[in-house]
């Protein structure tokens, strides 16, 4: 099983990223996915998390209403797309893969992890 982030990169605040993550090796339609970040010196933490459907997801308080979460199964990918970015936004971000039905936040939840995307917003 891979997952691949992509999509990082040097931004300026209030600027757009749209980061995404393919992946291989396993039956994409029957994970639940989410997004993850850590920044310098501080723990993972949750960001977004979307259905296997694509039919539900959620997001951390900290960035309801500027990142979007969405997937393409026929793709086997899922992305992020970043509006509004802030300077606290800065993180190595990583996306994840849940087996089952549900929508997942606990890091403890999720089967597979990719190795990361750098995220930097400038101000």
């Known amino acids: 099983v891979h997952l691949g982030e992509s999509g990082g990169g040097l931004v300026q605040a209030g600027g757009s990223l749209r980061l995404s993550c393919a992946a291989s090796?396993?039956?994409?339609?029957?994970?639940?996915m989410g997004w993850f970040r850590q920044a310098p010196g501080k723990l993972r933490e949750f960001v977004s998390g979307?259905?296997?459907?694509?039919?539900?997801?959620t997001y951390a308080e900290s960035v309801k209403g500027r990142f979007t979460i969405s997937r393409d199964n026929a793709k086997n990918t899922v992305y992020l797309q970043m509006n509004g970015l802030k300077t606290e936004d800065t993180a190595d971000y990583y996306c994840?893969?849940?087996?089952?039905?549900?929508?997942?936040?606990?890091?403890?939840?999720?089967?597979?992890w990719g190795q990361g995307t750098q995220v930097t917003v400038s101000s």
């Open positions: 994840a893969a849940a087996v089952g039905d549900g929508l997942y936040k606990l890091q403890n939840s999720f089967k597979y």
């Open positions: 090796g396993l039956s994409f339609s029957n994970y639940a």
């Open positions: 979307i259905t296997r459907t694509g039919d539900s997801t």
